[in-house]
């Protein structure tokens, strides 16, 4: 069974703190994603990897940057955490597959700013 | 640019049917469809790939017109553990092995005794 952990389920933080959310998968996949989700808005796309070391925007990564130095490990960080980015953040992963890519997610980093 | 969903909320009865749409501006290469139920991730239900087929789950089916940019996602005789959030993500043409979903806004199904 996949499994894709995320560090924490509920965070807080002031506003200009530098936030860290780390996600960890257990299957050796060469993908992993970095979503926020908001009502209305659905899953948006932050930013991306396809390797290690390499990384890809998404739609919206603004006020994010992502490091990925291990297979298994992405982490998304907020450089000066503002009150807009209150969300729920996910994390995904998938192993290529010729547009086969399953997606799975973590449970997910709520997401406080004060 | 996302794909739009439609609707963006469905309230049925046990035992009723529903469908929900997802239409894309770009040409797709693949759908995916995912159910997330409240406070757990998103899971995944299936994928469409270009040609038109049609796959199922279930009594939860879904449908690819690739010429419209357009998919469905069927319930059928709609059970309460079907109630939840829907989403389809897309794939465009040239994402190559990259994985990237760009996905809707959500259809947001709940089920009633």
């Known amino acids: 069974d996949v499994k894709v952990t995320q560090s924490s389920r509920y965070l807080v933080k002031r506003t200009g703190e530098k936030v860290f959310l780390e996600c960890v998968q257990d299957m050796d996949h060469e993908n992993m994603f970095w979503y926020r989700q908001d009502p209305g808005l659905g899953l948006r796309l932050i930013y991306f990897?396809?390797?290690?070391?390499?990384?890809e925007k998404g739609d919206i990564p603004e006020g994010y940057s992502v490091s990925r130095e291990k297979k298994e490990r992405f982490s998304l960080i907020l450089e000066s955490a503002s009150t807009n980015q209150t969300s729920m953040y996910l994390c995904?992963?998938?192993?290529?597959?010729?547009?086969?890519?399953?997606?799975?997610f973590g449970p997910g980093t709520r997401l406080l700013v004060l | 640019q996302q794909p739009v969903q439609s609707p963006q909320a469905v309230i049925l009865r046990e035992g009723e049917d529903a469908v929900i749409n997802c239409s894309s501006s770009k040409a797709l290469y693949s759908v995916h469809w995912y159910r997330q139920k409240h406070g757990e991730a998103p899971v995944f239900l299936m994928i469409?790939?270009?040609?038109?087929e049609q796959k199922g789950h279930e009594k939860i089916s879904a449908s690819f017109n690739e010429k419209k940019q357009q998919s469905s996602l069927y319930l059928t005789a709609s059970q309460l553990s079907y109630s939840g959030t829907y989403f389809c993500g897309t794939q465009t043409f040239g994402s190559g092995n990259t994985g990237k979903l760009i996905f809707g806004q959500g259809t947001t199904l709940q089920v009633k005794p």
């Open positions: 990897s396809y390797d290690v070391k390499m990384k």
């Open positions: 995904a992963s998938s192993s290529p597959d010729r547009g086969q890519e399953t997606q799975y």
């Open positions: 469409l790939l270009k040609g038109g």
